[in-house]
């Protein structure tokens, strides 16, 4: 039995089972075969055991995580204060206005990005107005749409934020336990016993929840929304289920500009697999040849890129530029610099920054400075270089461990971040993109799993981390 054979032996031993029921005589007294039946129900009882552990499991990762991130940052303001805006984005009434007790219990959730999705769920986006309102565009339509589905029930707009990314973040965290059980359990490159499958699954859901920018995940921003579409695309391809795969993929590049990859995926699953809902068409097929004839099925993955078409074609028919949202990002100083060549940009800015900090000196700066001052971004490029450093070996490790599909993703993911840097911080963002890359968290689970001793010490640094940058993240510091 093999990866793409191990579902159709459960098919196989209920054939066989009702072949027996059907030729014994009505009035005969012959003992019915119980191995076959007995077999099903066991994988049934598995079956229903997983979905049990995958709730219990994320759960747990959940509300631990989401409880640290709000005393974190309740925690900060009470010390040291709000803290200034420092010339961020911030309408009146957006992130603050709900009293002091409110806005305490906001700060966590409402900074930054999260003003520009709640005034463009509020609002809507005007292209109309052109120029003036480009920068809107920037943020992709679904999570806004979101909001304000919520809101018209009578919820605050922060409230109805935390809802709909925790939500997300739920069912993001038990679609990555599912689809590391199924993958480390079945796959042919690893091949775990599923006591120990399911231990990496624990471990990878933990490693997201308590990543150092994992507090995202229940602010006012798109992150959960968009992990929850990209794992669900992946789950559904694993199980053939294709029409799922084209309309999470549209909702998907509805939510990011970085969704539309999601079709490369996509079809490496259909083409190449590993797939549980049939066997190989070619399964000795060598190199690149497809292992999988193309059916009918495969039109549905011409609707990943439809939500993307639709944004933009929305925003042209509105009377602005269907290309706005690619030209908003000049905003933030982005611009191409070739195929992930702003990872070199990058290296060179945080070299800068380490010598601008060993200098001491505030008056000979030593790379193009951006708001805060040169140590402030001194600081902020040497940060984007660590976690860059830091996913290297995870991406090496996901191309070794894991399906083709998975590590062709987290590629293409990475393209627009290392392609086109920022001029003052050439990796800006980079640990919002990376973290919501699930096929790392995968990957650290299972070296975690393999190294026992090492799992407090690396979870407990992962949340202090993420403790810290949440009381950045509530007291105005940019963070990501």
Request: proline letters at 7%; hydrophobic letters at 55%; a positive charge.
């Amino acid at each position: 039995m093999n990866p793409d054979t191990s579902e159709f032996a459960i098919v196989d031993s209920a054939s066989a089972l009702i072949g027996s029921l059907e030729q014994a005589p009505a009035a005969s007294s012959a003992r019915i075969p119980s191995r076959p039946l007995t077999r099903l129900s066991e994988q049934v009882r598995s079956l229903e055991g997983e979905r049990m552990l995958a709730v219990r499991d994320s759960w747990r990762a959940l509300w631990s995580s989401r409880a640290l991130v709000w005393i974190a940052g309740v925690g900060t303001l009470l010390t040291f204060g709000f803290g200034p805006v420092r010339n961020a984005f911030n309408p009146p009434g957006v992130t603050k206005g709900f009293g002091w007790f409110g806005d305490l219990l906001a700060a966590p959730a409402a900074r930054w990005d999260s003003a520009w999705y709640l005034v463009i769920a509020h609002y809507g986006y005007r292209p109309e107005l052109g120029s003036f309102k480009a920068a809107r565009t920037a943020f992709f339509p679904l999570y806004p749409l979101g909001l304000r589905a919520l809101s018209t029930s009578g919820l605050p707009p922060v409230l109805a934020g935390v809802l709909l990314s925790s939500l997300a973040f739920a069912l993001a965290l038990y679609g990555i336990h599912r689809l590391s059980t199924l993958e480390l359990a079945t796959s042919a490159r690893v091949s775990l016993p599923r006591p120990q499958a399911r231990e990496v699954a624990r471990l990878a859901v933990m490693v997201m929840a308590f990543a150092p920018m994992a507090f995202f995940f229940s602010a006012v921003y798109s992150e959960s929304l968009y992990l929850a579409l990209s794992v669900g695309v992946f789950w559904s391809a694993r199980h053939g289920r294709w029409g799922a795969v084209g309309v999470l993929g549209a909702l998907a590049g509805a939510t990011r500009s970085a969704g539309v990859v999601l079709a490369l995926p996509a079809v490496i699953l259909y083409l190449y697999g590993p797939r549980e809902d049939r066997r190989p068409d070619f399964p000795r097929a060598r190199r690149l040849a497809p292992r999988y004839r193309l059916r009918r099925d495969v039109l549905w993955l011409g609707l990943v890129p439809v939500g993307l078409a639709l944004y933009v074609g929305c925003l042209g028919l509105s009377g602005g530029d269907a290309l706005m949202p690619f030209h908003a990002q000049g905003v933030w100083g982005r611009h191409f610099a070739g195929p992930y060549l702003g990872a070199w940009d990058g290296i060179k800015a945080a070299f800068d920054g380490a010598r601008q900090l060993l200098s001491m000196q505030r008056h000979h700066i030593y790379f193009a400075i951006a708001a805060g001052g040169p140590f402030v971004n001194a600081g902020h490029n040497m940060m984007l270089l660590a976690f860059l450093l830091a996913a290297v070996p995870a991406v090496v490790g996901v191309l070794r461990m894991l399906p083709l599909a998975y590590g062709a993703y987290v590629l293409a993911a990475l393209a627009l971040p290392l392609s086109y840097p920022v001029t003052q911080q050439p990796l800006m963002s980079l640990p919002r993109f990376l973290v919501v890359l699930f096929p790392l968290s995968i990957w650290s689970g299972a070296w975690l799993a393999a190294r026992p001793r090492a799992q407090i010490p690396v979870l407990a640094i992962s949340a202090a981390l993420m403790t810290f940058f949440a009381g950045q993240f509530v007291t105005w510091h940019w963070v990501a």
